[in-house]
């Protein structure tokens, strides 16, 4: 049986940057080691598998793999598929709803579209979970996991935790620019410290933007390293937890922040 899928690069409006995605069409019929099988052969962060909704009021059911196992939510998957099914359902002469509610399997993901000249041309998520916050660990041991030294880490805000709005990442707020640049992955340093708490990737971030502009100046400079010691050039759902922890340690409000990630490995997003 043959199955359509469409790829896009997300979180960028320039080919080859961004992050690639695969979102498979009508996925009926696969069972799951059949989709795991075809997310391992497009070998992307993650594929997406939609399917029809088990309940009517909603858009889709939409399953996620990365390479190696399935994941319960993820950023970036979200926002390419609902813009794959937004154009979809364009080019069949139907027409598009404000929003499109996914279900997954850490909830119901609602994604307002938003168009401009050539229709729509991106998404907004809302996350399914309320921040969760779980294990700190010290800036000696995340240090350790990327080839860092303890003072590269800063600790002024918040320790290096274990935090999720969907999915759990540990998360670490680096002193500079240069500190994020020069962060690798350390295998010894790394299984050491993950998992933990369900944590299997790291994402660390600077508010030291320096001169990394990519469209727009950004308020933060991204990388997340996989537990595949892979690097991930944008990853939503990562940025949907700090964002939600910078808001809480502020307190008040609302926080909107403007991130650049992938910038190191040559797929700069936004």
Not at 70 to 96: D, I, Q, S
Not at 118 to 126: H, P, T
Not at 135 to 141: H, R
Not at 160 to 176: E, H, K, R, T, Y
Request: charge should be negative; glycine fraction near 8%; aromatic fraction near 6%.
């Amino acid at each position: 049986m043959r199955y359509r899928y469409v790829t896009a690069d997300v979180f960028t409006g320039q080919t080859y940057c961004g992050n690639p995605l695969a979102v498979v069409l009508d996925a009926q019929g696969l069972d799951d080691a059949q989709m795991q099988r075809i997310a391992r052969e497009f070998n992307y962060s993650e594929t997406s598998f939609v399917l029809p909704p088990k309940d009517p009021c909603n858009t889709a059911w939409v399953r996620i793999f990365t390479p190696d196992r399935e994941v319960p939510f993820a950023g970036h998957p979200n926002v390419g598929t609902a813009v794959v099914l937004a154009r979809e359902m364009v080019a069949a002469g139907r027409p598009t709803p404000d929003a499109f509610v996914f279900e997954e399997a850490a909830g119901l993901v609602r994604i307002a579209l938003r168009s401009g000249a050539n229709g729509v041309e991106s998404a907004e998520l809302r996350a399914p979970q309320p921040l969760s916050r779980a294990s700190e660990v010290s800036a000696t041991q995340l240090a350790r996991a990327l080839k860092l030294e303890p003072a590269d880490v800063d600790t002024s805000e918040h320790a290096p935790q274990v935090v999720s709005v969907g999915l759990i990442f540990l998360v670490a707020q680096l002193a500079n620019r240069d500190a994020l640049r020069r962060a690798s992955p350390d295998s010894h340093g790394y299984a050491a410290l993950l998992p933990l708490d369900g944590a299997k990737s790291i994402y660390v971030y600077t508010t030291d933007t320096g001169s990394d502009t990519i469209d727009a100046p950004t308020d933060i400079q991204a990388r997340m390293f996989t537990g595949r010691m892979t690097e991930d050039p944008a990853t939503g759902s990562a940025t949907a937890a700090v964002t939600a922890l910078r808001a809480a340690l502020r307190g008040k409000g609302k926080l909107a922040l403007r991130v650049g990630q992938g910038v190191d490995m040559g797929r700069p997003s936004l």
